[in-house]
Each structure stands twice: as C-alpha cells, then as structure tokens.
C-alpha cells in the first residue's frame, strides 16, 4: 500500500509546538529563581557573623595582650571594660587550657579545662572563626591566641546564639516558597494543558506500537492531522504486516535453540576439559571421549538442521508445490532406514498402494516419512517391528507407521508434537533425538492442507497416522 507523505506546515509541526512548550517552561524557571535572595542572605549572614565575632575577639584580645600573665583576678578586670553583652559566651583560657574566665552564669567553667576544638587551635596560634544555621538559629564561633612578647599565654573563645537574624531569614523563606507554590501551581497547569495537547498523538502512537509489542499485530494507529507524528503513524502502519512473520520466527528460533543447544554444549565441553584436565590419559579413553565429542557434535548439527527446517516453516517461505507420487519417496526411505532397522534389531516392513499423490515437495514428504519411521525405530527396541502402510482412502492418502514398543503415555498424547517436548527425556536424548522431528512433521502436513495424530495401539506400541489430500481434491497450493 502506498502511502503518501505531505511535509507539515511550521505551524503545524512540532518544533513550533516545543518550541512555544521551552518559552512556557523557562519561563517558569526564570520565576521559580527569585529564591535566590534566601541563598544570598544567608551567605551575607554567614560573611557578617564572622566579621563581627572575629572583630570582637580582636579586641577583647588587644585588651589582654598588654598582661604578662593571665590570671583570674587581671582576666576579669580587663573583660570588664569590653564584655559584649550580645554574646552568649565569652570564655577567656591560660596557655595550657584552663578556663580564667567564663560570662555563663550556670554551668560556669572557671578552672576547668577546655576542650573545645577552637581553643585548642588559637592555643596553637590559629585565629578560628565559623557560623553555621541549624534548628533555627545561627550559632557563630570564634577564637584568638592571645600573645606576650611573641609567647602564648592564653586565648579567647566567643560565641553567639541569634534566633532573631534566623527569624528574618525563616519569614523569607516562608515568603519565597509561598510565592514558588503559587509559581508552581500556574506552571502546572499550563503544564498539564500544554502537554496533553502536544502529546495526545504521540499517545495514540506509544499505545498502538505497545500492544504491537504485545503480540498484536494488526493494531493500526489512527493518527489525525498532518504533522510529524501523523506521518509517523502511517509508516508504523506500513510495518506491522511485515513484523509479525519475522518476530515470530525470530522468538520461536531463539526460544528453541536456546533451549536445546545448551545441552550438547555443555557435554563437549566437560569431555574437552576432562581431556585438558588429565595430564596422563590414555589413548583409548582419549579416544572414547573425542568419539563421543564427535557424537554431540552431530547431534548439534542435526538439532541446527532441525532449527532451520522449523524456522523456514515459521517463516511461511516454502517451495511452490507440486503433484508428488508418494510410494518412490516411500520406497526411498526404506531403503535407507532398513540398514538402521537391521543395527536396531527391527523388523521394517511396509505396504503400499499407487495413484497416493499429493500436493507438496518430494523433500517434505521424505522428511515426514523419514521423521516417524526413524522415531517408530529408534524406541522399538530390539526385537521390535515397525509396520509403515500407505493407502489412498476415498479423497485422501493416508500414511501409518505403527511400532510395538511401550507406548506414549495418555497424558502425553497431546503433547507429542510441541517442540522439544519428550515422552521420555533420558531415553530420547541417549537415542539422539532432537525433540523437533515429530514439530517438523506436524507442521510440514498442516501447511499442506493434512492433518497428522498420535495414538496408542490395542496391542501395544503407538500408531502415526498422516492424512493428506489427494492431488485436485483440495490439496494446498
């Protein structure tokens, strides 16, 4: 189906959409940014509790620098003429740590050591000064070594607890998230608006490619309009035909090579490491583990042959069909499977009628008689005997192989013919099978217009029973 392409006015398009969708959006950042001055004010806050804590050690330091000595009695005397009364703690230290002077009334520290970090490092000559919010308040610290004669002999530590400077900064913090909520309401809404009217079709176009991915296949999606995304749907449209044949090979082929390669994989390579392993093997264990490489290794290559015929069928690619004899196919096959009858132990034999002539290729019918007599063969056992009827029945040619081994269980009857599925997992694997043969033959007959079932016989063992059309009466084209 052709579909027609019209490029998409700018009006109409979608970058004049987005582009009026950026101007609305930074335009909203831009207002949403007035909260910047709560950052700034609380920087010039920070900047301006250190200045003034470290100005008022400095003097309260200047103050005592003339004494040789610092003791209780000249400490208080100088604190006297420079105690800042809006400081919550002035604590004035000897060199070695010990509190002279302390402002606290309750919990007061005079002779006692202190331990904070601040005294510490203006007893090492640092000047120490910070400020920081927490809890509503700022809370502002500062320390000074206080010198004689190029000698430490104490330090000065204050600090500052405010709620009133943090009080202002928490009002406009009120202030700007009140106006940032009101900001972001009206962003929100144009928001909302804006994007449903810009996205609606690309909706209707995620919808229509998740139910795609889903599994369905036929959705269409029925975009209006003219734009971009209009155009889009139709080429969406144009593609879903083609994706249902090739994902589903694809997930069937991966599903079942990844479920069936493994195991022969693994058993090569534990034979080869067991081979790399063994520093003195012996030749003839060398050869049996290489001969039964070699045995996995067919074994891959049949599962891979068995994978492609699947997948070539799964992929609805087959060969124009023709009007097939089938009793030389037959004959065929016998001949070939006798040799392999013989080895087992089995009985072959097989009757067969003329004029059975269908509509098919002669590879899928040798791959479908092939597939049930080396299966009926196979689990027969020794002893066994494996019959193979050919019979044209009214407007039908009808294959039976019948086998007198032990049978498929009846919970399993309906089963026999999923892919890699087995009666009897151990057994099928030790006699080479694949668990694609009886898949093959179930789809190769039903892509023909045939039907094919499994059951178990009266005396024992199980029956094949294949029904094609004859050639001219109804057979598949």
């Given amino acids: 189906m052709e579909v027609k392409s019209e490029k998409a006015s700018f009006f109409r398009s979608l970058q004049a959409k987005f582009n009026l969708s950026y101007i609305l959006v930074i335009v909203g950042v831009l207002l949403l940014l ?30 005592l620098s003339g004494l040789p000595e610092l003791t209780e009695e000249n400490v208080a005397a100088a604190m006297e003429m420079v105690e800042e009364s809006h ?52 809370r502002s610290r500062a320390s000074s070594p206080v010198m004689y004669q190029n000698r430490i002999i104490g330090a000065v530590y204050a600090y500052e607890y405010d709620r009133e400077q943090a009080a202002l900064l928490v009002g406009l913090q009120s202030n700007l998230m009140r106006l940032s909520a009101v900001i972001a309401a009206v962003v929100l809404v ?82 080869t490491d067991s081979i790399l392993q063994s520093e003195r093997i012996d030749l003839e264990t060398a050869k049996d583990f290489v001969a039964d490489i070699g045995q996995e290794a067919e074994r891959l290559t049949r599962i891979t042959e068995d994978l492609l015929r699947l997948t070539k069928l799964d992929s609805g690619v087959m060969e124009a069909p023709a009007e097939v ?6 004959e065929q096959v016998m001949r070939m499977m006798s040799l392999l009858a013989q080895e ?6 097989y009757e067969a009628s003329e004029g059975c002539t269908v509509l098919a290729t002669k590879d899928e019918i040798h791959q479908v008689i092939y597939n049930l007599t080396d299966n ?47 009666v009897d997992k151990a057994r099928s694997r030790a006699a080479g099978g694949t668990g694609l043969g009886l898949s093959i033959v179930s789809d190769t007959v039903c ?14 063992g199980a029956l094949f029973t294949v029904c094609w059309p004859l050639a001219g009466k109804g057979g598949s084209l």
Avoid at 380 to 405: I, P
């Fill in 34 to 63: 007035n909260t910047y001055p709560l950052v700034v004010s609380e920087d010039m806050v920070f900047r301006s509790k250190v200045t003034t804590m470290q100005s008022n050690v400095s003097v309260m330091v200047y103050s």
């Fill in 87 to 138: 400081l919550s703690r002035i604590l004035v230290t000897d060199g070695g740590g010990k509190v002279l002077y302390d402002t606290r009334e309750t919990g007061n520290a005079v002779g006692e050591y202190a331990l904070y970090s601040e005294i510490v490092r203006a007893l090492q000559g640092e000047d120490v000064s910070s400020c920081s919010y927490r809890d509503g308040a700022f």
């Fill in 190 to 271: 144009l928001s909302v608006f804006l994007s449903k009217a810009l996205t609606r079709k690309i909706g209707m176009l995620l919808t229509a490619i998740r139910k795609v991915r889903e599994g369905a296949y036929s959705t269409r999606a029925d975009v209006p309009g003219r734009d971009e995304i209009s155009q889009i749907a139709q080429e969406f449209n144009s593609l879903t035909d083609r994706l249902q044949t090739t994902e589903n090979a694809r997930r069937r082929f991966v599903s079942d090579a990844s479920h069936e390669l493994k195991t022969p994989l693994a058993a090569i390579r534990l034979l």
């Fill in 325 to 330: 004899d089938v009793l030389p196919v037959l």
């Fill in 344 to 349: 087992k132990g089995v009985d072959l034999i």
């Fill in 376 to 422: 009926a063969v196979k689990y027969s056992g020794s002893g066994g005997a494996v019959q193979v009827t050919l019979r044209r029945e009214e407007e039908n040619v009808v294959l039976r192989v019948a086998d007198n081994g032990a049978g498929i269980p009846e919970q399993d009857l309906a089963r026999v013919f999923d892919r890699f599925y087995r």
């Fill in 447 to 460: 892509r023909r217009g045939g039907t094919v079932k499994a059951e178990n016989r009266r005396e024992g």
